[in-house]
């Protein structure tokens, strides 16, 4: 049986996970909503404590185009991202974090860029700080751990944004923003769902390009992207997931090619900065 949210105009689909994310959430989904060719709007809350779950409860009540699920407990960004497309069946799909607002016209446009791109593509948006600082986050090359281990400063994944190209085509976008044709999502299948939080991103775009299509930031199309609303909470947390995930990623993609040094050397290299991340994180917590 189709509802009347089912048949409401808009060919993208719209998916945030939020957890504890009731300082932006209101305007990233007043936002949403108000955005050109949206047709549903799905939010994942993984386990929130504050006010995020009255907020969903609010603009679903609204705008029969906005479901939400409430989990029970935290299982994770990639699982909450496939449970919500899951939940859709529109043909384009976006993945905005609840700290990520975008402007009325930055969903089509970025749909406009796919399409230009071809049948395959994965395209974000030149995303920025309160402060009108670009986020080194939006472009990014793979990781090469065995790099990392000559050079430390290879550890930087970022890449310099290029604004003669009107899209900047690189191994990879950030997660807090990203649309791409449903069909390229179900041949990937979906997130992988062994990533908790961090590096799942990565994972996805380099598998995208494995599958032969174009990872593109649309230069021209600019968002605010407030960073660490939800990690300010849980900063061990999050360092932990981050870890874990630069772990898992190394071990999927390049772990078989490397020697039983080479290996251990990355291990304990990832995990060698984890206590300074952490404290550093925390200390950021604490004087936010």
Wanted: aromatic content about 6%.
């Amino acid at each position: 049986m189709t509802t009347p949210a089912d048949n409401a105009p808009g060919d993208i689909a719209v998916v945030i996970v939020a957890h504890e994310s009731s300082e932006t959430l209101d305007e990233c989904l007043r936002r949403v909503r108000d955005a050109e060719g949206v047709g549903q709007v799905r939010i994942v809350d993984n386990a929130s404590h504050d006010e995020t779950l009255s907020i969903m409860q609010r603009h679903a009540a609204a705008d029969l185009r906005v479901r939400f699920v409430a989990n029970p407990d935290n299982p994770g960004f990639a699982v909450a991202c496939n449970q919500g497309a899951a939940d859709t069946d529109r043909p384009w799909l976006a993945f905005v974090n609840p700290d990520c607002l975008v402007e009325r016209d930055t969903l089509v446009r970025l749909r406009e860029a796919a399409e230009d791109l071809g049948s395959a593509a994965l395209v974000g948006a030149d995303q920025v700080g309160e402060d009108g600082e670009r986020d080194a986050a939006t472009r990014r090359r793979d990781p090469d751990f065995a790099a990392m281990l000559r050079n430390p400063k290879q550890a930087n994944l970022g890449i310099a944004p290029d604004d003669a190209q009107a899209l900047q085509v690189v191994d990879a976008i950030s997660g807090a923003l990203m649309l791409m044709p449903r069909a390229l999502f179900n041949r990937l299948g979906g997130f992988d769902e062994g990533y908790r939080l961090h590096a799942e991103d990565l994972d996805l775009c380099r598998r995208a390009r494995a599958l032969g299509a174009t990872i593109a930031v649309a230069n021209a199309v600019r968002v605010v992207h407030v960073r660490g609303v939800s990690s300010r909470a849980r900063p061990v947390f999050v360092e932990w997931h981050k870890h874990r995930g630069l772990w898992r990623y190394f071990r999927k993609f390049e772990a078989e090619r490397r020697t039983a040094v080479e290996r251990a050397a990355v291990f304990a290299m990832i995990w060698g900065r984890f206590p300074f991340a952490m404290a550093r994180a925390v200390v950021r917590s604490v004087a936010a």
